[in-house]
DNA sequence: TACGATTATGCAACTTGTTGCGCAAAGGAG
DNA sequence: CTCCTTTGCGCAACAAGTTGCATAATCGTA
């Protein structure tokens, strides 16, 4: 929904090929945002056709490197759709979903569940919090830049750190009952 | 992806119709789990095609209701997948595409949108908190399934605080730079 | 009874995202 | 040089979800 925005905001930060946009986007874009190359490639040529960013490199046969840049069309879009509205997302969690059918069926334990998802939030917060201790030391920053990269790395801590603790409790309640 | 067993929870939990299925997806499934009628009338065909629910109804014609329920296989199929596993989903929040925009573009103030989405989780919280009053006063529940039923509303309103709390705290940040 | 609004059902086209595969170039090992 | 692996690029088929619309029954009302 927002993926040509985001391949926008990454090549303007740095123009790369396709490929090293799908890496970066695995690195520190994807935390939020997931994209496969293929989806990467597909939006990346349609952006070029809508001239909003340029490749050079021989498009001419596969395999080729193709290096992209963004034009000034391209910033102004990004420029105004940064400035518009969007809508929160609503939950969409097939765990919930589960514990739901479980409370209906009620033949069904669902904590072995909760302490896999437990583990993974908790690998996942660990991740973040060694990103945001190497990126954003203690102290103040300087770039009000810096001040939002931050708040995207803090969504992603307090994201999981209610799901690690909601699990907590929740593997705690049903133990009791 | 787990709409099939979503709406054979719904429909075990009582029978009916497409519409009132829909209806009740809008109200309480759908806080975790959203779908539109299309997608349930497809999906409640593809169910019945597989033997996992039957309608009794006139299916002759269009504008028919037919009623549904859930066959013994159909409760099977749900009590496997209810056992399995599967991985929680990563964050996917536009909002944090368009703040790493504005900290690259450097020339958007992104204020408004979250005054805008701190009104709207702290809408949403509000409605979760008065469905947990209503539903789950104070004091110990009776049956496990009451717990899993209200671990299911925990988990929404801790989403909602979290992202309350983030975009409280974001825009202080922001603000001082 | 006829008419309009509402309810219930469903098709079709489109968008987004995933999965699986194939082809081309480059680089190292034998 | 040849073969094999890795990297970069991209097509094609599919799955999930959204949007828009069509059609049939039903119900209140003039």
Do not use: N
Not at 32 to 52: D, V
Not at 96 to 106: D, N, Q
Not at 152 to 176: H, N
Request: proline share 3%; glycine share 8%.
């Amino acid at each position: 929904m927002s993926l040509p925005q985001a391949i926008l905001t990454s090549l303007l930060e740095k123009p790369c090929t396709g490929a090293e946009l799908a890496r970066r986007f695995d690195k520190s874009l994807g935390h939020f945002w997931q994209a496969t190359h293929q989806q990467i490639y597909k939006e990346l040529g349609k952006l070029e056709q809508r001239g909003l960013v340029q490749a050079h490199g021989l498009a001419a046969t596969r395999g080729q490197q193709r290096h992209f840049e963004v034009l000034a069309p391209g910033r102004a879009v990004l420029e105004s759709w940064c400035a518009g509205r969007g809508e929160p997302r609503a939950i969409r969690d097939e765990l919930l979903v589960r514990l739901r059918a479980a409370a209906v069926l009620g033949t069904v334990d669902v904590r072995p569940e909760l302490v896999h998802h437990r583990a993974l939030h908790a690998q996942t917060l660990g991740r973040y919090l060694a990103i945001e201790a190497h990126d954003f030391p203690e102290g103040a920053h300087r770039s009000g830049a810096d001040e939002l990269q931050h708040a995207v790395l803090r969504a992603g801590i307090v994201y999981e750190q209610s799901w690690l603790r909601w699990c907590e409790q929740t593997l705690e309640r049903v133990a009791a009952s």
